[in-house]
Each structure stands twice: as structure tokens, then as C-alpha cells.
């Protein structure tokens, strides 16, 4: 494992010009997280269309793996249901699992292929200081998801 | 000539792997003479201190209350009772916030702290003033990297009962003149609270010439054991100071209904107090005065003099702090345009550099930086150039990996 492994070229273009940036004129659900440890902030706000996630914007302060783990969150959620996200929010989790014995079901003939950009961080996991760091912006995803609709 | 104490690395067992420890800001390690003391005690000394009535009770007392005098001796307080041991800073802070600072502030009193705290220096007096009705007012950092004196002095006024001020940032590494501070404190009857964790370690202290009422310092910053800690409180400050924490240890008679307190110190030791970590603070006493704190000072700044040299190389770097050595310790925080400091933490930890990355619990003084975090490099009597070395070639690693200056 180098740190190029950890800082792939993919995960350095989010760090830099992450996607989906900003604020929604009127969001139906937001959630701010912060980690009181290093300080990384996140803040998420979601458009929905029923189930289905139709917007989605971030803000935030903080390193590479939390800030483009966020971005590319973003991209992965837009225009998915409820349901779907749930589930490659599981398909994260595993990766960023400890126990090597989890079966990320990742395909290494075809990068990307399942998870796309977020399968640049898999080489978090060999850092554990900074899984949580890959998993500030989805534990917020989550307070979004499960605060509903603000008014 | 530099100050070489390249031959006390030999000393600390944890650093022959070759790791390039830069983070004894947070904590130092531990030299063995400190580490044998610890164990020749717990195997023939132990027991608990004060009240037994046996042999190993009454060595146990002996050397917990010497370990006593040796640090009122190190920071030269005229009264060994003046010295209180507590678990560490952060609960030396808190002692004297609740312990004084309820009974003495109320409505329209003020407390003065300032900009760069460390957040056990300025949250015990968020939680008092809420409590007590006083306002919390502070003394800004000036563009230099320094307390804006004049503003302090503007700030002072009758109303203002306590100054809270730190000895040496854990930041910036500067050393605010608490002499100064504290000479005009007292001329408004205000008392002062010196948080010195970074500043005993690292610098020859005198608590008469530092002029402030109360100093809160770590055994485990000063290559002693975690768990231990002082207040030193002069005596009339202490004497109108209530007891933090009740129970064992610090009364002299209770009743069902009430109690009266031991003497000094023993009123402020509630419960069994951390006697084989007095025993290795005692130690590390013993191995810094060998050294001599003057030479302590001396190397550190010089470390960092030349750490400041080299990382004005270093592309996109940027020092968080002051860049001249002038009063100022070993501390020494930086970022990186493009690279945060997290990221460069684990960059550095790849090449064998610990450093601290972080707010390092001083967010107000990251606002007032403008930076959310910053990687901070700190130096004590074991670092040499070497590790200097290694720092600087970690952060070139880091500017490479994501392209800075490119």
C-alpha cells in the first residue's frame, strides 16, 4: 500500500473541485455534521421527488478523504430512491470495513464499475485513522435522510 | 554552537525504532530513569499514602510528599503546600474556575480571558461565568501572533476579578509576558491564572518572578508519567479557594450532616491521589534539572529556529505563528496551500514524522487563524536536526503527491 494508492489522481479531482457544491434555494431535508475530533465539517441539503433524491448540494471544511468522499457521495445519490441509497450506502460501508473478510462484490478487471468513483477510496482502509474522515459526509446523509422534510 | 543533547535520545527506549516524534506538544515520552523509578517503587514502596500506620504506608507518604517538595523546589515556591496534585492540567484549570471562581464572581464582574487559550483555559470559565452570572470577556491576538497588550489594558477595570492567560501556546509557541500581565492585573485586584502546560516543560519557571496567583502544568508534558498534575496556587489565592471534589483524604472531621476541610494542601487531594506518577514526576524532575531548563529552552528554540529556516523553502507552506524566535518555545504549527493537515499528517506518518494535526483544541484561535486545522511540529529534549530532516523532506513528499507549486 503507497499513498499514491491512498491519494489516487481521482480523489485529489474531487479534493479540488468537489461536485455539487453549495446551497438549494429551498431543501427539503438538511444535515450538518461536524467530527469533533479533527474538526471537518459537512453540511448536506436534499431535494426529493417522492422517494427519490432530485437534488442535492454540500458544503464543508476539511481534508481530501472527508471532502471528495462527500462530493463524490453526491453524484453516486442523485436521482436515486430511498431504498437505493440504502444500499449503496451498505456497498460503502463494506468497503471501508476493517474485516478483510467482507465481500465489497467490487469488480478488479473493471474499476469503478460498481461503485464508480468511490471505489478510488477502498485504500482508505488501510489508514483507520481516516475511515472516519471517508465517512463523515454519509453519517450525515443519514441524519438527512432520516429527518424528513423540513418545512 | 548548537545546543547538541543528541546523546539523550539513547534515554528513551520508545524512539529506537527510529520514529521522528514532533508531537511531544501533546505529550512527551518517558526516559528510563523515569520509568525505573516508577517500577523500583511500585515493587518496594507501595501502598497508599497518609493515614496508615504501617512501615510501606508511612515510605509511600514520604515519597509522595518529597515528590511534593521537589516540584515546589523546580518551580521555586517558598512553600512546599503551595503545590497540589491533581490529574493534570485541564483539572488544575477547573479547580480554580469552580473552586475560586464560584465563590468570587457574580453579576457585573468580568473574566478576561484571551484569544489564543487552549480550550481548558477557556471553557471551565464559559461553564462559570453561565453559572455565576459574570461576563466572559477576552484579550484578542495581535496580527503578530501576539497578545494585543494595549488592548489588554484597555480591557482591565475594577470589574474584572480574574485574567486567564496562557504561559506559552500550544499553537503559535509564543510566550505571552505573564510578568507584565499579571503586574497589571493585580493593580485592578484582578487574580491570575496561568495555564502553563506547555510552558514548565519547556522553559525555566519561577512562580515569584512570574508574578501570577495560580499555575496549571502536566507531569506528562515534562517526560513524567500521565494521570498527574499541579496547581500551584499562592497561599493567599488558595486560602480563598473552596474544594473542588469532596470525599476522602481532604477533611479533617465530618459529620453526618457537614464537614470541615484538611489543611492545605491536603483540602484540594480528594481520594487516593496518583502516587507511583509523583514518584515519576520527582524523576523527570531529577532528568530535566541534570539537563538544566535554560539548556531545555535553548534547544528547543534553536530546533525551531532552524525549522523555520528550512520550511520557508517548502512550496506553498505557510507558518501559523510567528517566524522569528523571539519569545517563543519549540512549537512550531503550519499548512499547506491545497494539502490539509490532516492529509499531511498521514503523509509525514508514512515517513516515520508524528505530528499533530488538528484544531488542537483552540478552535477560537483557528477562527481567528482563518485556517480550519493546522499540522504543528513540536520539539523537546530529544529531537535532534535528523528529525528536522525528516520533516521537511515528508511535507516536499506531500506537495508532490497533490501537486503544489506545480
Given amino acids: 500500500m503507497s499513498l499514491e494508492d491512498l491519494y489516487r489522481e481521482v480523489i485529489l479531482d474531487h479534493y479540488r473541485n468537489p461536485r455539487n457544491q453549495g446551497r438549494l434555494e429551498s431543501p427539503d431535508a438538511v444535515a450538518e455534521g461536524v467530527n469533533p475530533l479533527c474538526g471537518d465539517e459537512i453540511t448536506i441539503e436534499l431535494n426529493f421527488d417522492g422517494d427519490r433524491v432530485t437534488e442535492v448540494a454540500i458544503e464543508g471544511q476539511g481534508c481530501s478523504i472527508s471532502q471528495s468522499s462527500s462530493s463524490m457521495m453526491t453524484e453516486a445519490i442523485k436521482g436515486k430512491s430511498r431504498a437505493e441509497i440504502e444500499t449503496l450506502t451498505g456497498q460503502f460501508r463494506d468497503m471501508m470495513s476493517l474485516d478483510g473478510e467482507v465481500e465489497i462484490g467490487l469488480d478488479p478487471e473493471r474499476p469503478g464499475a460498481v461503485l464508480g468513483d468511490l471505489e478510488a477510496l477502498q485504500g482508505v482502509r488501510k489508514y483507520p485513522v481516516r475511515i472516519k474522515c471517508a465517512s463523515l459526509g454519509w453519517n450525515v446523509l443519514q441524519d438527512a435522510l432520516d429527518g424528513g422534510t423540513r418545512t | ?406
Fill in chain 2, 1 to 406: 554552537m548548537p545546543t547538541d543533547l543528541s546523546h539523550l535520545k539513547a534515554d528513551f527506549p520508545i524512539l529506537s525504532n527510529g520514529v521522528h516524534f514532533l508531537d511531544s506538544g501533546a505529550s512527551s515520552q518517558k526516559p528510563i530513569p523515569v520509568l525505573e523509578a516508577m517500577d523500583r517503587f511500585a515493587r518496594t514502596s507501595y501502598a497508599n499514602v497518609h493515614r496508615g500506620a504501617y512501615q510501606l504506608s508511612v515510605a509511600s507518604t514520604d515519597a509522595y510528599e518529597a515528590a511534593r517538595e521537589r516540584v515546589a523546589q523546580f518551580i521555586g515556591a517558598t512553600d512546599p503546600r503551595e503545590v497540589i496534585f491533581t490529574r493534570g492540567t485541564t483539572t488544575s484549570l477547573n479547580m480554580v474556575a469552580f473552586g475560586w471562581g464560584l465563590e468570587h464572581l457574580g453579576p457585573g464582574d468580568r473574566i478576561l480571558a484571551t484569544e489564543i487559550e487552549h480550550h481548558a483555559n477557556l471553557v471551565p470559565w464559559q461553564m462559570v461565568a453561565k453559572r455565576t452570572g459574570a461576563t466572559l470577556d477576552h484579550v484578542p491576538m495581535s496580527d503578530d501572533f501576539r497578545l494585543d497588550l494595549a488592548a489588554y489594558e484597555q480591557k482591565l477595570g475594577p470589574d474584572v476579578k480574574v485574567v486567564a492567560v496562557t504561559g506559552m501556546s500550544n499553537v503559535l509557541g509564543t510566550m505571552p509576558p505573564v510578568r507584565q500581565i499579571s503586574d497589571l492585573a493585580h493593580r485592578h485586584g484582578a487574580r491570575v491564572v496561568v495555564d502553563a502546560a506547555q510552558l514548565v516543560p519547556h522553559s525555566a519557571v519561577n512562580v515569584q518572578e512570574l508574578g501570577a496567583d495560580f499555575v496549571a502544568f502536566s507531569s506528562h508534558k515534562m517526560l513524567g508519567p500521565t494521570g498527574i498534575g499541579i496547581l500551584w496556587g499562592a497561599m493567599d489565592a488558595l486560602e480563598e479557594t473552596e474544594p473542588f471534589e469532596g470525599g476522602g483524604e481532604m477533611i479533617s472531621d465530618v459529620t453526618l450532616h457537614d464537614a470541615t476541610w484538611a489543611e492545605i494542601p491536603h483540602r484540594f487531594e480528594a481520594g487516593t491521589p496518583p502516587i507511583i506518577e509523583a514518584v515519576g514526576l520527582h524523576a523527570a524532575i531529577d532528568y530535566l534539572d541534570s539537563i538544566g531548563m535554560d539548556q531545555v529552552l535553548q534547544h528547543d528554540r534553536e530546533l525551531a529556529g532552524i525549522a523555520l529556516d528550512r520550511l520557508g523553502d517548502v512550496p506553498g507552506l505557510h507558518i501559523q505563528g510567528p517566524d522569528d524566535l523571539i519569545d517563543r518555545g519549540g512549537v512550531v504549527s503550519m499548512t499547506m496551500d491545497g494539502v490539509h493537515a490532516h492529509d499531511l499528517a498521514t503523509i509525514l506518518d508514512e515517513q516515520g514524522v508524528a505530528v499533530r494535526s488538528g484544531h488542537h483544541c483552540a478552535k477560537p484561535l483557528m477562527r481567528r487563524l482563518g485556517v480550519g486545522a493546522t499540522a504543528r511540529a513540536s520539539f523537546y529534549v530529544y529531537n535532534t536536526e535528523e528529525d528536522i530532516d525528516a520533516l521537511i523532506g515528508g511535507l516536499r513528499r506531500a506537495g508532490e503527491l497533490f501537486g503544489v507549486g506545480s
